[in-house]
């Protein structure tokens, strides 16, 4: 096991020169029926975190909540298993995330993933943001048609669906 640290202190324990670690484990998610696979990273422990994968995929798939993510491309078969390529004492999620980039590069070919792992907290909060954005609007269009081009009713005029968030899209 390799520690692996990421800037010039953790965040945190905020005193320069001194890491507190945890374990890390960055993993990828197989099936023998298919040739790609998905890589991850976690300070769960590796089973916690398959666990957690299933479960977001019973909720998609069973219930439709939640989003569609690159790991459910091989979660629908039944025999996909979570394999732990390597574990290592981290500084912080930065520092994971970072090492987790390494392996993405290294094994990208054959990938579910699309997107790399961002290791800096402004681009990440950045990109999420965007992509919320986009996803919020593509959910509201898909269900409500405010903003395409065949809705006849004005925002005003449209009844409200159930669950609706109003403000942020220009519903209200």
Same mark, same amino acid.
């Given at each position: 096991?390799r520690?692996?640290?990421?800037?010039?202190?953790?965040?945190?324990?905020?005193?320069?020169?001194k890491y507190?670690?945890?374990?890390?484990?960055i993993?990828?998610?197989?099936?023998?029926?298919?040739?790609?696979?998905y890589?991850?990273?976690? =300070?769960?422990?590796?089973?916690? *975190? =398959?666990?957690?994968?299933?479960?977001?995929?019973?909720?998609?798939?069973?219930?439709?909540? #939640?989003?569609?993510?690159y790991? /459910?491309?091989?979660l629908?078969y039944?025999?996909?298993?979570?394999?732990?390529?390597?574990?290592?004492?981290?500084?912080?999620?930065?520092?994971? *995330?970072?090492?987790?980039r390494?392996?993405?590069?290294?094994?990208r070919p054959?990938?579910?993933?699309?997107n790399a792992?961002?290791?800096?907290?402004e681009k990440r *909060?950045?990109?999420q943001?965007?992509?919320q954005?986009?996803?919020?609007?593509?959910?509201?269009?898909?269900h409500? #048609?405010? /903003?395409?081009?065949?809705?006849d009713?004005?925002?005003?005029?449209?009844?409200?669906?159930r #669950?609706?968030?109003?403000g942020?899209l220009? /519903?209200?």
């Amino acid at each position: 096991m390799r520690k692996f640290t990421h800037g010039a202190f953790s965040a945190r324990n905020k005193i320069p020169g001194k890491y507190m670690t945890q374990t890390g484990y960055i993993y990828k998610l197989i099936s023998p029926q298919s040739e790609k696979f998905y890589i991850g990273s976690t =300070f769960l422990l590796p089973q916690k *975190r =398959f666990d957690a994968h299933r479960y977001y995929f019973e909720q998609y798939t069973k219930y439709g909540t #939640g989003t569609k993510n690159y790991a /459910h491309e091989l979660l629908k078969y039944p025999d996909c298993r979570l394999e732990v390529l390597e574990t290592a004492e981290c500084s912080d999620r930065d520092a994971l *995330r970072a090492l987790e980039r390494v392996w993405f590069d290294k094994l990208r070919p054959n990938l579910t993933n699309k997107n790399a792992p961002i290791d800096d907290n402004e681009k990440r *909060r950045l990109a999420q943001k965007a992509y919320q954005a986009k996803y919020k609007a593509s959910k509201c269009c898909k269900h409500c #048609g405010a /903003h395409s081009s065949g809705s006849d009713l004005s925002d005003e005029d449209r009844p409200a669906k159930r #669950g609706e968030v109003f403000g942020e899209l220009g /519903h209200g």
